[in-house]
């Protein structure tokens, strides 16, 4: 009667500690943390999540290899977070979604996209290709559009030479201006950081009297900085588009280069041959640039 009651005891243990008797938490976490997409099931699963981060790789890519392991801990981040983030890839190579890489402009590898809204605003990342960055600039996406400065300590960490910064000056939060700015920086904020203050003299560059309204867009090529009082949006978004693209473009791994070649390479003004775009391929081994010779 004893042995029986150990054994008993000892197999309700091991029941217990079992995988499938620890519920659905324990099983999501033996999943991968990226969700795995294609053309069958890529409309559905993007019409579920009002935020999904998606990555077009192939499977030859270098550089994609590089990436995934960053991209799978920051989704596995994220969830234990419980952000509303989703993260998922879709193998561009695949002649099976190619309609896919063709409908969101894959031109190079990798190519991540943002989709809000069930996929009806897309957008693509302009953000760290490391885990913590990841998480950091999604973090961010989520967040208000604009932040808040208020004192030099705070204007100096934000505004760094590392990519373009668009600060709004107003005398008060309120009114045309003010409303425009924060329009377009919701409508730009996955390739640019927006920030806002009502005191010109906590900014690190330029003329710290202005009382405002005015734009002060930061950069750390060409002139550094440059001012708009021009608040219409569609004015808003050319001076950003116009002022934050540099004059010279390097071909490199900084992913805060990787907005000005794919919008350089999707340009139909666009002059490069394709020999060119095969010498370019030879050269950088740092950035891949999808173009058949």
């Given amino acids: ?24 938490d324990a099983t999501e976490e033996l999943k991968e943390a990226v969700l795995t997409l294609d053309a069958g099931n890529f409309s559905e699963v993007v019409a579920k999540h009002p935020f999904i981060v998606v990555k077009f790789y192939a499977p030859w890519c270098g550089h994609c290899k590089q990436l995934a392991p960053e991209y799978e801990k920051a989704a596995s981040i994220l969830r234990k977070n ?29 190519t991540i996209k943002i989709m809000k809204n069930g996929g009806s605003d897309v957008r693509g990342y302009g953000g760290p290709r490391e885990a913590d960055g990841i998480v950091e600039y999604l973090k961010r996406q989520v967040g208000p559009a604009s932040l808040k400065l208020e004192s030099a300590e705070e204007a100096a960490h ?15 939060f309120a009114g045309m ?23 010109a003299s906590i900014l690190p560059r330029g003329d710290q009297s202005v009382k ?27 001076f950003i588009e116009v002022s934050g693209f540099p004059m010279v473009v390097t071909y490199d791994a900084d992913p805060t280069n990787h907005k000005f070649l794919e919008r ?7 002059k490069v041959s394709k020999h060119n ?8 081994s740092k950035y891949i640039v999808n173009y058949t010779c």
Avoid: Q, W
Wanted: proline fraction near 5%; include cysteine; hydrophobic fraction near 45%.
């Fill in 277 to 284: 775009s095969c010498y370019i391929l030879f050269v950088s």
């Fill in 82 to 110: 419980e952000l509303p983030v989703v993260l998922a890839k879709v193998d561009a190579y695949n002649e099976r979604n190619k309609e896919l890489k063709d409908k969101y402009g894959v031109y190079s590898y990798p």
């Fill in 177 to 199: 201006e003010y409303e425009n700015f924060m329009v377009v920086a919701e409508k730009m904020r996955a390739d640019y950081d927006f920030f806002h203050t009502s005191d």
């Fill in 1 to 24: 009667m004893a042995v029986n009651l150990v054994l008993s005891f000892a197999l309700a243990i091991l029941i217990s500690s079992s995988p499938t008797a620890v519920g659905v």
């Fill in 212 to 238: 405002g309204p005015i734009v002060r867009l930061f950069k750390p090529f060409d002139e550094l900085f440059v001012d708009s009082e021009d608040f219409g949006k569609d004015a808003l978004e050319k």
């Fill in 158 to 172: 934000s505004v760094v030479d590392k990519g373009v910064i668009l600060v709004g000056v107003f005398p008060e």
């Fill in 264 to 270: 350089y390479y999707s340009t139909p003004s666009s």
